[in-house]
DNA sequence: TAGATTGTTAATCGATTAACAATC
DNA sequence: TAGATTGTTAATCGATTAACAATC
């Protein structure tokens, strides 16, 4: 999909979804209107980063003076993440986090529709969780190649990860989300993104540790 | 704690932990040494890069024509991220997620200690997860003031999230990690780390996307 | 009108990358 | 020795920020 801006970067799709959570709570307080100077102030940003950002989101432009609609850009920016979703995945381990995922509803407001969940354990085969049914591991090429779904969620453990991980990509995902902590090999042409727990605690940590040095 | 290095950036920081899991795959193969070289290839890096950040976490140089030891570079790694890290942590939720968290043991590793968990669910007060007993939320400031802990983890509810938050920084906390799906206000001198699921999300279908127009 | 806010252009800053001398 | 790899310096690149004319 094309969008006419130039560079639309990792750190600005990054920030998207924090504009919408505020956004969401000003709509909550029934704001009507709101500047690009005032989301920066509250969400520590510069000012012309923000309206950088917004304008690869919002159709109409905003209005001097006034900012823009809240409703308005809460809806662009849906759109714009939207228009980036891949409708369809499906998600393999179905233990403590895999439920958790399975349970969650959010995903939807980004566009993400889990079709299916895989698990080697037959206590689990059949039942469903949130309406979606798990299905034995065995089954995960036929499934998934009869789905089309193009995105594969790992939630198994660590040891279990890089099999899942082949297997999912041979039956046609092209893009692995990687909640096992654990290092992933993926040929060219696969998009990995690993949930890294770890990395943000490294992150939340040394702020904190430079917090208390004060 | 000093390093010596300057510029440490939230990016090199946020590798650390994929080089880290890399590693120790590498470990448990029983390779010995590994050069900065291959591991940028493998991870997709640029070995200059490689080498700047692991600059920062060793404590002897690596040797020409060898590279690194695999088990001295990762206990390198541990300690600088492990060094960053506030031992102790509350947590105040314990609905799914939350349950998950206190499950996990894999926080251990980079120094994390999950002292308590509070909710406001009576069923759960005293029972213990994973070690962990359960309070009634009420106890929050007593408990938390006593235990000294500067670390709180948020996994309520969206509504009742920014209450939490403020409890916590009323009680001494001065890092938040978030995990509910809503936006945080908090004041100057508190870190603040969002959890943020449709970040990641946004990302890996952005480059899926890309990845499927081919 | 006056002035708040827009979107954009140009300057700055910092991270990434390339190149290379030093080393074993 | 020859050459792979190190750590570092300098060049490049891209993201952030400041400044400002246009707008209502």
Chains 1, 2 share one sequence.
């Not at 399975?102 to 037959?122: E, H, M, T």
């Not at 692995?176 to 998009?191: D, K, Y």
Request: charged letters at 25%; proline letters at 4%.
């Amino acid at each position: 999909m094309e969008n006419g801006k130039e560079n639309l970067s990792v750190a600005t799709l990054r920030r998207m979804p924090s504009y919408l959570r505020y956004l969401k709570i000003l709509r909550d307080r029934e704001v009507k209107n709101i500047s690009s100077v005032a989301i920066a102030k509250e969400l520590n940003l510069n000012p012309a980063q923000v309206k950088k950002d917004l304008a690869f989101a919002t159709k109409s432009p905003g209005k001097p003076r006034v900012g823009f609609s809240v409703v308005e850009l809460i809806k662009d920016i849906e759109d714009f993440l939207g228009c980036y979703n891949i409708k369809d995945a499906v998600l393999v381990g179905v233990g403590k986090l895999g439920r958790t995922l399975l349970s969650y509803n959010g995903f939807k407001n980004y566009g993400l529709n889990i079709v299916a969940a895989f698990d080697s354990d037959p206590v689990l085969w059949n039942s469903e969780i949130n309406g979606k049914t798990i299905y034995p591991i065995e089954k995960l090429p036929e499934i998934l190649q009869a789905s089309g779904a193009k995105m594969g969620i790992i939630t198994v453990p660590k040891v279990a990860a890089q099999d899942v991980c082949d297997m999912l990509i041979s039956s046609g995902v092209r893009g692995i989300w990687n909640f096992a902590a654990t290092h992933l090999n993926v040929p060219e042409g696969v998009a990995l993104k690993n949930e890294d727990l770890a990395a943000s605690l490294a992150i939340l940590s040394q702020q904190l540790t430079e917090l208390l040095k004060e």
